[in-house]
Antibody, heavy 125, light 110 residues
Framework: QLQLQESGPGLVKPSETLSLTCSVS??????????WGWIRQPPGKGLEWIAS???????YYNPSLRSRVTISVDTSQNQFSLKVRSVTAADTAVYYC?????????????????WGQGSLVTVSS | QSVLTQPPSASGTPGQGVTISCSGS????????VSWYQQLPGTAPKLLIY???QRPSGVPDRFSGSKSGTSASLAISGLRSEDETDYYC???????????FGGGTQLTVL
């Protein structure tokens, strides 16, 4: 059974960089039929896709966040990471990592079947 | 303003059925697969439907999905009190080269 676990600081100061890591167990992050993504949810609001990575090199970003975000994979550690630079209070949210199972089909990319439990990140001085 | 449009709320009575709509465009729902998620308070979203109408193992057949043109729907039959929560649709958008979510629908079981 695939399991994902987010880790990172729960509090980040404005203008600094938010860094989160998602550790994957029960399966390989190098799987050719999986892509990996980050989704966030501000308190009381809906889901917002942030970024996805496929085959460790193909990266995709939400256009509204592209200039501040980087997603990457560390195959040796079986984990993937997210960095959000120059954060503001608007970046306060629960951040989820997730496995997407249908990107390889050419018509998928939003079928996130395994999720981490979520990591609340608060941006405040 | 979400790329995919869902009604903010829906309601139904126990035992009845309800349908939640999701409207998009040719660059997302029109060509790509639609997924639906159920999110209980304080928990991660759970995949309910993928590839427009497929249910992952363990999802009751009371939940069904359909797609027509640039719109999709989630139907829930035999409503139960535990179905009262938030539902989201999602799809890949080729114009944006990214995944997009609907704004979410809060379902009330009266």
């Amino acid at each position: 059974q695939l399991q994902l676990q987010e880790s990172g600081p729960g509090l980040v100061k404005p203008s600094e960089t938010l860094s989160l890591t998602c550790s994957v167990s029960g399966g390989s992050i190098s799987s050719s039929t999986s892509s990996w993504g980050w989704i966030r949810q501000p308190p009381g609001k809906g889901l917002e896709w942030i970024a996805s990575i496929y085959q460790s090199v193909s990266t995709y970003y939400n256009p509204s966040l592209r200039s501040r975000v980087t997603i990457s994979v560390d195959t040796s550690q079986n984990q993937f990471s997210l960095k959000v630079r120059s954060v503001t209070a608007a970046d306060t949210a629960v951040y989820y990592c997730a496995r997407e199972s249908d990107f390889w089909s050419g018509r998928g990319g939003a079928s996130f079947d395994y999720w981490g439990q979520g990591s609340l990140v608060t941006v405040s001085s | 303003q979400s790329v995919l449009t869902q009604p903010p709320s829906a309601s139904g009575t126990p035992g009845q059925g309800v349908t939640i709509s999701c409207s998009g465009s040719s660059s997302n729902i029109g060509y790509n697969y639609v997924s639906w998620y159920q999110q209980l308070p304080g928990t991660a979203p759970k995949l309910l439907i993928y590839r427009n109408n497929q249910r992952p193992s363990g999802v009751p057949d009371r939940f069904s999905g359909s797609k027509s043109g640039t719109s999709a729907s989630l139907a829930i039959s035999g409503l139960r009190s535990e179905d009262e929560t938030d539902y989201y649709c999602a799809a890949w958008d080729d114009s944006l080269s990214g995944a997009v979510f609907g704004g979410g629908t809060q379902l009330t079981v009266l």
